[in-house]
């Protein structure tokens, strides 16, 4: 359980998507949300596109699961496209599937 420490803003993101998708006066989150997945996915274009950006980030060392993640970032896209953002849900995948791909290109 140590590792839920690593996941902390991944559990609070998954939280904060799930309370704009299912409540609907939360207007200011939903501003958060739009800014924390765009600077998500300009995190996931420079990872996918930079070797040196990807080295740096193989130096971090996660005790987290990794199915923990797929777990997390599952959700986010399931409810955000049962919630009707399809262009956020869409972002998500993206972000999900570049994650895998620079996991599976580090461990191989």
Known sequence: MRWLKHIAVDLLATLVIAIV?????????????Y???GLMVIARL???LNTDFRAITKRKISEA????YHVLY???VAFLIIG???I?????AFIWGVAY????????
């Open 21 to 33: 998708v299912f409540f609907d006066e939360t207007a200011l989150l939903e501003y958060v949300l």
């Open 65 to 68: 699961p990794t199915w923990m």
């Open 101 to 108: 791909y620079v996991y599976r290109k580090n461990n191989p």
């Open 88 to 92: 956020t849900g869409t972002a998500w």
């Open 84 to 86: 009707g953002f399809y």
């Open 46 to 48: 420079i990872s996918l």
């Open 35 to 37: 800014i924390y997945t």
């Open 74 to 76: 599952f959700l986010n």
